[in-house]
């Protein structure tokens, strides 16, 4: 399957987190973590976006809903090594994330990717997204 994202990848799980409650994928330009509760019933998802530039999170738990945030790395010096920390942030970018999403979730259950998928569609108040 071409990718239409020049240099796209597909997401893919994670070498063994040791967490019976999260799964983790990732490619060049997402990371993807998905919790579950004691009954492996999916409760929660963090969409982090442009791992190499402009780093975000869109975050879904259930009870709670969603939330967009920057990420700041706290890298302000070379010499230091801080903890990276959300910080509220503006728009979603719904469509990109949608797409270049769904390009590349080929590789992951299809619970999780219509769940993302879902969620991103339902806050952007488009159908389809």
């Not at 009870?63 to 990276?84: F, Q, V, W």
């Not at 728009?91 to 979730?105: G, I, K, S």
Request: proline fraction near 5%; charged fraction near 25%.
């Amino acid at each position: 399957m071409a990718l239409p994202f020049p240099g796209a990848t597909l997401l893919k799980e994670t070498w063994n987190t040791h967490d019976t409650n999260r799964r983790w994928f990732s490619d060049d330009y997402f990371d993807l973590i998905v919790w579950y509760d004691t009954d492996r019933r999916l409760i929660g998802f963090q969409l982090c976006y442009d791992m190499q530039g402009n780093e975000h999170a869109f975050t879904w738990r259930e009870g709670t809903g969603t939330a967009h945030h920057r990420i700041d790395s706290g890298e302000s010096s070379p010499l230091k090594n801080m903890t990276p920390v959300l910080v509220p942030d503006g728009a979603v970018p719904y469509n990109m994330l949608a797409r270049q999403f769904r390009e590349r979730a080929a590789n992951i259950d299809a619970d999780i990717t219509a769940l993302v998928l879902r969620k991103l569609s339902e806050e952007s108040g488009e159908d389809g997204v």
